[in-house]
């Protein structure tokens, strides 16, 4: 079945500083999705991206869409405390609307 | 902002037992789905559903699992006999009418635990 690679696993940071995860795969995806999910919550969609190469911003939050179809990555600039949770990258293949998910990224801040 | 809802937020069950989860989607979404994740791991596709009929399913989703729309707005997942490995979170999401190009919102989920 379709995987995708999420790294890294978890990241303990200082507030302020740049954080950066990726996602991977062998297979092609039409959509590439960031999610956030606190604790107890659903995930909650950070940025949708639709075309290979697309970068989008959002606040503090930028995302690419891999030239390769095959894989993108977020960046999160100058933490803070409210950023911890636990990131997804999820994609959606050319045919079907199902999500494949990444298996998450725990981000964790210390001030 | 509208939102996915889901009940209840936690469902505790003896094995053997059927359970239904109830979402009611984004009013004008027509897309809906169903995933689950078991505690600490990733989120798993279930089922998608679309004009009434199922359009897609995984693995998961054998015989023990149902899904319904039984009227404009709730979507149900019926688990007909429970097993210890259905314990898991289930979310529901939905998304836009023209489906493509169109982000999935989740609901906050539904704690299922089987004793």
């Known amino acids: 079945g379709q995987q995708l690679n999420q790294s890294p696993q978890s990241m303990f940071i200082q507030e302020g500083e740049d954080v950066s995860m990726n996602c991977t795969s062998s297979s092609i995806f039409n959509t590439w999705l960031w999610y956030k999910q606190d604790p107890g919550e659903g995930p909650v969609l950070l940025i949708a991206?639709?075309?290979?190469?697309e970068l989008t911003s959002n606040g503090r939050l930028t995302a690419q869409f891999g030239i390769t179809r095959k894989d993108s990555f977020l960046n999160i600039s100058a933490s803070i405390p409210s950023d911890v949770g636990i990131y997804f990258c999820?994609?959606?293949?050319?045919?079907?609307?199902?999500?494949?998910f990444g298996a998450g990224t725990i981000l964790r801040v210390k001030s | 902002e509208p939102e996915v809802t889901q009940t209840p937020s936690h469902q505790v069950t003896q094995m053997g037992q059927e359970v239904i989860l109830r979402c009611v989607p984004i009013?004008?979404?027509?897309?809906f789905y169903w995933y689950r994740q078991i505690l600490g791991q990733k989120v798993e596709f279930l089922v998608s559903f679309y004009n009434n009929e199922i359009s897609e399913k995984s693995e998961i989703f054998d015989d023990q699992f149902s899904v319904e729309r039984p009227d404009g707005s709730n979507f149900t997942l019926k688990i007909r006999s429970t097993k210890l490995e259905d314990s898991a979170m289930y979310f529901c999401a939905s998304n836009h009418e023209s489906g493509e190009n169109q982000p999935q919102h989740f609901g906050d989920g539904t704690r299922l635990s089987i004793l």
């Open positions: 999820a994609g959606r293949m050319e045919y079907g609307n199902k999500l494949v």
């Open positions: 991206l639709y075309k290979a190469g």
């Open positions: 009013s004008n979404h027509l897309y």
